[in-house]
C-alpha cells in the first residue's frame, strides 16, 4: 500500500512503504457491507439477522452521507390488489428494459420490511389517522437504520472509505481494504466471507443534493472484480434547484411558473417534458421561478413537510411565494439515471463469487425500465436488493467458512500507477469530467461527434489517472472511478444509436425495436460494449467502443 | 457551505466532526472544531442538525463562498431551523414529521395539469 506526503506546491507525492508496515487495523467478519446508505444500511440488517457478523463501512457517517440521508426517498408502496395493473403500467413505460417479476419482488419486500423499522422511525400519520409507511425523511430513516442496524450488532465503521476490494485465489471476493480517515488515514483490511457493494451511484460530482461522496467508486470496484456495468447511457437525468444551491428537491417545483430575464412567462407545464423544457430555456439565458401557484395549504406546512427546502429561501431573504429566483439543473448521473452494475438476480449477485452489489450501485434497468426510478422504483429497489443481498451474503459466508485464504488486492487506477508517479492536477481532472458528464448539449442532447470529442477527452484523462496517479489515496482514486464511470457512460450512449426512455440521440431521434435490449459495458484501457445476451466474438465486435 | 462554528455556542461536543458525511469539521486540540476542508462540504445542512447548541451556520450556497459574521448569523435568527422544523430533540411533538403530504401535492400538480403524464417524475 502507499502512503502519502505532501510534494512542492501542495501536490502530493507517494511513498511506497511496506504492506506489512501501514496495516493499522486488520478485521474479520462473515459479511462486510461497504456503503451505508439505505441499501448498505438494510443490507447490514438483514445479514445480522440472518446471524452473520457483519461490518459496515462508510467513507463518510452512517447516517448522514449519501443521497438517501439528505433527502426523502418515497417508497414504491402498492397494495396486493393493485400490483398487476401498477407492474404493467411500468413495463409499458419502461420501453422493452424492465422485467414483471423484478417489480413484483421489490414492491413485495417493500410492503414486509418497511414497516419493521417502525421501533426505530416514527411513519407519519396522515389527516386521516392513518400510517403512512411509503414516504419517509431522509436524516430520520437513515438515523433509524443505523439504530436499527446497531441493535443487531453491526460493527460501523464510519469516515472509513474502501479503497479496493481483496480476491482469494480462486477470484472470488474475500473483502476489501481502505482508509480511516479520522485515523490518521491509516489503512485498514477486512477478510470476509461475502461482501456487498453498495456505495451509491455518482452524479459526477454535480451539486446534487447528498452525493458528494458517490463517485462511482463501488462501480470502478466491482468492475476490477470482474463485473460488468449495464445501463451507463442513461445518465440524462437532471432536478431542479435554485441557482448556487444544493436543494434539488423538487415538490414544490410541481406547481411552478417559468420566466426568462425579460420577466416574459416559459410554457413549461409540469409533466415529463418539463426537463428537456427547462434545459433549453437555460440553454438560452438564466431562468427565474415563483410558487405562488403551491396551494396555500402546502405552503403553510412546507416547513414539516420538507425542512431543509425553505432554509436556503429563509437564508438568502427570498420568497418563494412572492418573489421571483433563478433556477438550475443539477446532473442526477446514474442516481436518478439508470446505469450501475449487472445483477443476475434481486439479492444483487453478480459474475464474481463472493460480491452482491445492491441498491444505486446495481443497474435499474430491470426495475425501473429505460425512465427514471427516481420517484419511488429506487427505494424499493435499494431496500429490496440491500435486504436480500444481506441474506444472501450470510448465507455464503457460512458455507464459506472462516478459512485463512490468501488475498490479493484489485485496485489498479488511482492507486497502482501503471508506469510511474508523476504529480497530477487532480482538480482539473475532476472538472474535465464535470465538462464532459454535466452539459445539456452532451448529455441530455446527444449525438455522435459530441459523444466522439466526450469519449476522446475522458480517454486522456484516463490515461492521465491510470498511468502517473497515487497521492492523495483517496482523492486519486474517486477520480479514477469518475473518469472510469463516465467513460462507459459515453462508451455505451454512443452504441445506443436511437431515443429511450432517459437517453436521447438528436441524431437518432427515433426508438429502434433492435434496441430494445440491455447494453452492457467492460473494460479499462478499451471499452467494450455488448448487447445483453450476446456474447464476445461477432456480436461485441458490432458494438465495440474502440478506444 | 458551512461558513460558521459559533464559539461562544459551542458546547464540543464533537458530533458535527462525527456526522460531517464528507470529514470538513476536524478535532481542534481546545476549543471549538475547526473548518479543516470547508471546499469538501456538500452543503446537506445536516451538521447543523445534529448540532444540539445551535452552534452551526451553513451558507445555501455551493458554489461561493459567503462572507457572515457570527452577529450576523445569530441576528438572522436562523441557526437551528433546521432542527426545530425536523422536530428534534426539544422541540420533538411540536413539528410533526408531514412528509407523507408530498405525493399529494405531486397527485394535486399532476391533476391541475395533465392528469396522465405526471406519475414518472414524482421524485422528491
Ligand atoms: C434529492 C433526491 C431525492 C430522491 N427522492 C427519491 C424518491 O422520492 N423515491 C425514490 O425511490 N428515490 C429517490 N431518490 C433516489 C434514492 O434516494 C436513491 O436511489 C437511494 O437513496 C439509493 O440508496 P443507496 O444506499 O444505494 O445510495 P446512497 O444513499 O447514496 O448511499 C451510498 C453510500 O455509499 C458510501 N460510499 C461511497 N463510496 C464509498 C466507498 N468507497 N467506501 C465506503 N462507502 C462509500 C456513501 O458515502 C454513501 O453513504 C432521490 C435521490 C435524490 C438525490
Redesign the pocket.
Known amino acids: 500500500m502507499h502512503s502519502s506526503a505532501d510534494g512542492p506546491s501542495g501536490v502530493t507525492v507517494t511513498v511506497i512503504v511496506s504492506d506489512a508496515s501501514s496495516l493499522a487495523l486488520s478485521l474479520t467478519a462473515d459479511v462486510l457491507v461497504?456503503?451505508?446508505?439505505?441499501?448498505?444500511?438494510w443490507a447490514a440488517v438483514s445479514a445480522a439477522r440472518a446471524g452473520a457478523r457483519v461490518i459496515l463501512?462508510?467513507?463518510?457517517y452512517?447516517g448522514t452521507?449519501?443521497?438517501?440521508?439528505?433527502?426523502?426517498?418515497?417508497?414504491?408502496w402498492v397494495p396486493p390488489h393493485a400490483r398487476e395493473q401498477a407492474v404493467a403500467q411500468r413495463v409499458a413505460a419502461g420501453l422493452g428494459l424492465g422485467e414483471a417479476a423484478w417489480m413484483h419482488a421489490i414492491i413485495e419486500e417493500t410492503w414486509r420490511s418497511l414497516p419493521t423499522l417502525a421501533g426505530r422511525y416514527a411513519f407519519g400519520i396522515d389527516d386521516e389517522g392513518r400510517t403512512n409507511y411509503r414516504a419517509v425523511r431522509g436524516p430520520e430513516y437513515m438515523r433509524a437504520l443505523r439504530a436499527f442496524a446497531r441493535d443487531h450488532g453491526v460493527t460501523i465503521l464510519d469516515h472509513?472509505?474502501?479503497?479496493e476490494l481483496l480476491a482469494r485465489s480462486d477470484g472470488s471476493i474475500g473483502g476489501a481494504r481502505?482508509l480511516r480517515r479520522q485515523d490518521g488515514d491509516r489503512v485498514y483490511q477486512i477478510a470476509a466471507g461475502a461482501t456487498v457493494l453498495?456505495?451509491?451511484?455518482t452524479s459526477f460530482l454535480s451539486h446534487?443534493?447528498?452525493?458528494r461522496?458517490?463517485?462511482g467508486?463501488?462501480y470502478l470496484?466491482a468492475a476490477e472484480a470482474g463485473a460488468d456495468l449495464s445501463g451507463m447511457e442513461f445518465t440524462a437525468a437532471y432536478?431542479i434547484a435554485p441557482a448556487h444551491s444544493t436543494m434539488?428537491?423538487s415538490m414544490a417545483y410541481s406547481f411552478a411558473t417559468y420566466y426568462d430575464s425579460d420577466g416574459r412567462e416559459l410554457d413549461l407545464p409540469f409533466g415529463p417534458q418539463q426537463t428537456m423544457g427547462l434545459a433549453k430555456a437555460l440553454q438560452a439565458g438564466p431562468v427565474f421561478c415563483s410558487l405562488h401557484r403551491l396551494p396555500d395549504d402546502i405552503k403553510a406546512r412546507l416547513h414539516t413537510i420538507s425542512p431543509n427546502v425553505p432554509l436556503v429561501f429563509d437564508r438568502w431573504g427570498i420568497d418563494p411565494f412572492g418573489d421571483r429566483f433563478e433556477v438550475t439543473l443539477h446532473n442526477?448521473g446514474t442516481?436518478?439515471g439508470l446505469g450501475g452494475v449487472r445483477v443476475d438476480d434481486v439479492d444483487g449477485r453478480t459474475a464474481v463469487p463472493g460480491l452482491f452489489v445492491?441498491?444505486?450501485?446495481a443497474s435499474r434497468e430491470k426495475v425501473a425500465g429505460a425512465i427514471s426510478?427516481?420517484?419511488?422504483?429506487?427505494?424499493?429497489?435499494?431496500l429490496t436488493s440491500?435486504i436480500r443481498a444481506g441474506q444472501a451474503a450470510a448465507q455464503l459466508a457460512r458455507a464459506v467458512g472462516g478459512s485463512a485464504a490468501t488475498l490479493t488486492p484489485l485496485g489498479q487506477a488511482g492507486l497502482r500507477p501503471k508506469v510511474r508517479t508523476r504529480a497530477l492536477d487532480i482538480d482539473a481532472i475532476r472538472a474535465g469530467v464535470r465538462d464532459e458528464m454535466h452539459p445539456f448539449e452532451k448529455v441530455l442532447f446527444r449525438k455522435e461527434s459530441t459523444l466522439a470529442a466526450s469519449q476522446r477527452a475522458l480517454d486522456g484523462l484516463w490515461r492521465e489517472i491510470a498511468d502517473h496517479a497515487a497521492g492523495d489515496l483517496l482523492r486519486s482514486r474517486e477520480t479514477a472511478a469518475l473518469v472510469a464511470s463516465a467513460r462507459w457512460s459515453v462508451a455505451t450512449a454512443r452504441q445506443r444509436t436511437e431515443s429511450r426512455g432517459l437517453h436521447h440521440r438528436i441524431d437518432h431521434p427515433q426508438l429502434d425495436p433492435q434496441l430494445a435490449v440491455r447494453l452492457l459495458s467492460s473494460g479499462f484501457d478499451r471499452i467494450v460494449v455488448t448487447a445483453e445476451g450476446q456474447r464476445a466474438s461477432a456480436a461485441s465486435r458490432a458494438l465495440e467502443a474502440a478506444s | 457551505m458551512i461558513e460558521l462554528i459559533l464559539a461562544d455556542r459551542c458546547t464540543e461536543c464533537g458530533a458535527c466532526v462525527e456526522v460531517c458525511?464528507t470529514n470538513v469539521i476536524a478535532r481542534a486540540v481546545a476549543g471549538p472544531p475547526l473548518l479543516a476542508r470547508v471546499e469538501d462540504c456538500q452543503t446537506c445542512f445536516l451538521c447543523e442538525l445534529y448540532c444540539r447548541a445551535d452552534a452551526i451556520y451553513v451558507a445555501p450556497d455551493c458554489d461561493r463562498r459567503v462572507a457572515i459574521t457570527p452577529e450576523q448569523a445569530v441576528a438572522s435568527g436562523r441557526l437551528g431551523q433546521y432542527r426545530k422544523h425536523s422536530g428534534w430533540d426539544e422541540w420533538a411533538g411540536q413539528y410533526p414529521n408531514e412528509q407523507w403530504l408530498m405525493e399529494t401535492v405531486f397527485r394535486r400538480a399532476g391533476e391541475a395539469a395533465r392528469p396522465a403524464e405526471a406519475d414518472d417524475k414524482?421524485?422528491?
Open positions: 461497504i456503503g451505508g446508505g439505505m441499501a448498505g444500511a463501512a462508510d467513507k463518510g452512517c452521507s449519501g443521497v438517501t440521508a439528505a433527502a426523502g426517498p418515497g417508497h414504491w472509513s472509505p474502501v479503497l481502505g453498495a456505495a451509491g451511484g446534487l443534493l447528498g452525493s461522496t458517490n463517485t467508486d463501488g470496484m432536478t434539488t428537491r442526477d442516481i436518478r445492491a441498491g444505486d450501485n426510478g427516481g420517484g419511488n422504483v429506487n427505494s424499493a429497489w435499494a440491500g | 458525511p414524482r421524485t422528491t
